[in-house]
């Protein structure tokens, strides 16, 4: 089965996914604390020209407005836990009205599929089959909206990760699988890029693609994929950093990351070999743009050495950035 996504993948050296939703969202005039998907009904035209904007500044993939979109997060808010498959649908077929007023019909939907928000057995309440009962409603949303792939993100450890494929599974749809490694190199719960990436290739039915996304900076996610990467493998790695580290200022979110500085990363997760490059938390049109340019213009290079990364994008952030990425990503993707 030759997807859409598979046949970007096969015409084109890499493939740009977009920037950030939460961050754009909140400035856009969204409260902290309410949750983004909310306005797939409340104000679809904003998450469509949210959705343009990142098309128009050169995403050949566009992530949903359904992160937070299972029935165990969406409870947090009365009334919203039984719209949970309406609301996942209405994601997926925003992302396709924004993609038909733009005019790109290459451009693939990527059903976003985050934490549930609850740790799993024996640490937390969750069982697998409960975790992946709850993705499988999402997955099943975002599927009847027409999402060419689903896209599970901003996970933190193999139960979570096999919760969220078997949910995934329950559809027909190819999935990649990203994972946020921000405390010390490893996930909140431990789980470092070489175990995950031995997890993943052992796996029967592999995901179209895999990687890591936001984390505590660009340096730091570096290294993940440097180490993901480097058994030499035919894999397909992603890399969506976050638009620099979050710091906390005045109730909310703030990320240092330039758009230049988000440029020469692109350059080097190119070069590093990931496939798939994007940003995640903080990460606006215009980072994206500068993302685009600087691949368009850079020929190929060598593969960065750590030495490099540290040399181009700055210190290995690690412990300083956990405590804001963990209260970031908690909360919702910001
Ligand atoms: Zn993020």
């Known amino acids: 089965m030759s997807t859409k996504l598979q046949s970007l993948l096969e015409t084109q050296a890499w493939v740009l996914a977009d920037g950030a939703l939460g961050t754009n969202l909140f400035s856009m005039g969204l409260k902290q604390g309410d949750p983004p998907e909310t306005w797939n009904t409340a104000h679809p035209e904003k998450i469509i020209s949210l959705h343009k904007a990142m098309i128009e500044a050169g995403a050949d993939i566009i992530l949903t407005n359904s992160f937070g979109g299972t029935r165990n997060r969406l409870k947090l808010h009365p009334g919203l836990e039984d719209q949970c498959f309406a609301i996942n649908k209405r994601a997926a077929e925003l992302a396709h ?10 451009v693939v939907v990527a059903g976003s599929m985050g934490p549930t928000g609850d740790l799993y057995e024996p640490i937390g309440p969750l069982s697998i089959a409960e975790g992946a009962k709850a993705f499988a409603e999402q997955a099943q949303g975002l599927a009847a909206g027409g999402a060419d792939v689903l896209w599970l993100e901003t996970l933190s450890s193999l139960e979570e990760i096999q919760a969220a494929i078997q949910g995934a599974e329950t559809t027909e749809l190819p999935f990649v699988v990203t994972v946020s490694f921000d405390s010390n190199g490893k996930t909140m719960m431990g789980l470092s890029p070489t175990e995950f990436a031995d997890w993943v290739r052992g796996l029967s039915k592999k995901p179209i693609a895999f990687g890591a996304n936001c984390g505590s900076g660009t340096p730091d996610l570096a290294a993940s994929l440097l180490a993901i ?37 692109a350059v080097l997760m190119r070069d590093m070999g990931a496939k798939i490059i994007g940003g995640c938390c903080g990460t606006s049109p215009e980072h994206l743009k500068a993302m685009r340019d600087a691949l368009e213009r850079s020929p190929k290079g060598e593969t960065p050495s750590l030495e490099t990364i540290v040399a181009e994008l700055g210190s290995l952030n690690l412990a300083k950035a956990d405590k804001a990425s963990r209260e970031s990503r908690r909360g919702r993707r910001a």
């Open 229 to 265: 990467g480097k058994q030499n493998q035919p894999d397909i790695l992603v890399a969506k950093s976050n638009a620099g580290i979050p710091q906390y200022k005045d109730g909310e979110f703030v990320f240092s990351g330039t758009p230049e500085h988000m440029a020469r990363y």
């Open 97 to 106: 009205q924004a993609i038909k007023e733009s005019g790109k019909e290459s």
